[in-house]
């Protein structure tokens, strides 16, 4: 049987969605919502009809039947930590996609409108790994400084999706491997999945690990401290420059990894450095979670937008091959990855998690 999904992923200023059979795409759209059309509302909830409106005035343009739809498939926000998996959005769920358990966030809206959708048509509403998804070994919490636990925030959606991919192509579960899985994007996680769980992996929402191109990394402590109470900066100066302004942003005034890479053809030291300083540190976090799985890594598995590159991935090579051969998938099919967790729920593969 074919499974007909919608798909919605909320962004700060877009939404995309997308419609698909199976895991094929029949058609996206993304939905630009201007600075002004956002300042109107309040508060992320408050957007919900807004979004609805433009979603579906869309699928209307596109004369998409809406009885197609077997199912509602949303981004999913900033809820409570929870482990991997399909989620279908119960009230629980949804109380929490309102109040922002762990924070506002557009992505929140992902779980609402795709349960006011799906309850319209009368269809089943899933969310799939959101950034929550958190799975990390109790030994791997402990930070040195009790009152500042190890928290996991990362492109838990992407890294599992890429990890299944290699199982399934390769013959086997997901559960029965130990990956290092490499997502490089606007922020990077390394994440080093044990047999099916993600036991131990940066918070990449707030720059931990390796910087990237827009965050900072794991800055120098005491130095952080003295910064912080220098009197020279507020907490929101000092915070945007670890997220958003650190990184290649903060060295280089630039998010783009192929900006470096073309300043660096061109000879350009000062990009060269940063270059080697990003693969230098991406490095010692790939070395850093093979230590976690006890050296016995069956595949380093490299994704995101900056995967493109074969420079990049050819130079993290250069460091990390020892540990293991090395796959990669390029970008981050997000609408694919939120359609096959409910295919694997709908399918009988997987059952729904409860929230």
């Not at 939905?31 to 807004?50: G, M, P």
């Not at 490499?182 to 990449?204: L, P, T």
């Not at 120098?220 to 912080?228: E, Q, V, Y």
Request: proline fraction near 3%; charge should be negative.
């Amino acid at each position: 049987m074919a499974y007909i999904s919608l798909i919605l992923n909320p962004g700060s200023t877009s939404t995309k969605i997308g419609v698909m059979e199976d895991e094929t795409l029949l058609f996206e759209e993304t939905l630009r919502h201007s600075t002004e059309e956002i300042a109107k509302y309040d508060s992320i909830y408050a957007q919900k009809d807004f979004r609805k409106d433009v979603i579906l005035s869309v699928l209307k343009d596109k004369d998409f039947d809406l009885k197609k739809l077997d199912v509602v498939v949303g981004r999913g926000g900033m809820l409570k930590p929870i482990p991997g998996g399909t989620y279908a959005v119960s009230d629980a769920l949804l109380e929490d996609l309102k109040i922002g358990k762990q924070g506002q966030h557009a992505s929140n809206l992902g779980g609402i409108l795709a349960r006011e959708i799906g309850d319209e048509l009368g269809v089943p509403s899933f969310i799939v790994d959101p950034v929550v998804v958190d799975e990390l070994a109790p030994v791997a919490r402990l930070s040195g400084v009790p009152e500042l636990p190890r928290t996991s925030v990362f492109h838990a959606l992407n890294q599992k999706a890429v990890a299944k991919r290699y199982a399934k192509e390769n013959g086997k579960k997901y559960e029965d491997l130990n990956l290092i899985v490499v997502h490089m994007g606007g922020g990077v996680s390394v994440g080093a999945h044990d047999h099916g769980k993600v036991v131990d992996v940066n918070n990449a929402l707030d720059g931990d690990g390796a910087f990237s191109p827009e965050r900072a990394g794991g800055a120098p402590s005491g130095a952080l401290i003295k910064l912080c109470f220098s009197g020279k900066y507020t907490e929101q100066e000092v915070y945007k420059m670890f997220v958003g302004n650190g990184g290649l942003n903060g060295y280089l005034h630039t998010n783009d990894m192929r900006d470096v890479l073309k300043a660096m053809a061109e000879g350009d030291a000062d990009n060269k450095m940063v270059f080697d300083a990003f693969i230098y540190q991406v490095s010692k976090d790939i070395g850093e979670m093979a230590t976690v799985l006890k050296g016995k890594v069956d595949q380093i598995v490299v994704t995101g937008g900056i995967a493109y590159s074969d420079v990049v991935v050819n130079a993290l090579k250069e460091r990390t091959a020892w540990i293991s051969d090395f796959t990669v998938y390029g970008g981050e099919d997000e609408l694919l990855a939120l359609a096959q967790g409910a295919i694997r729920v709908l399918s009988g593969e997987e059952k729904a998690m409860e929230y």
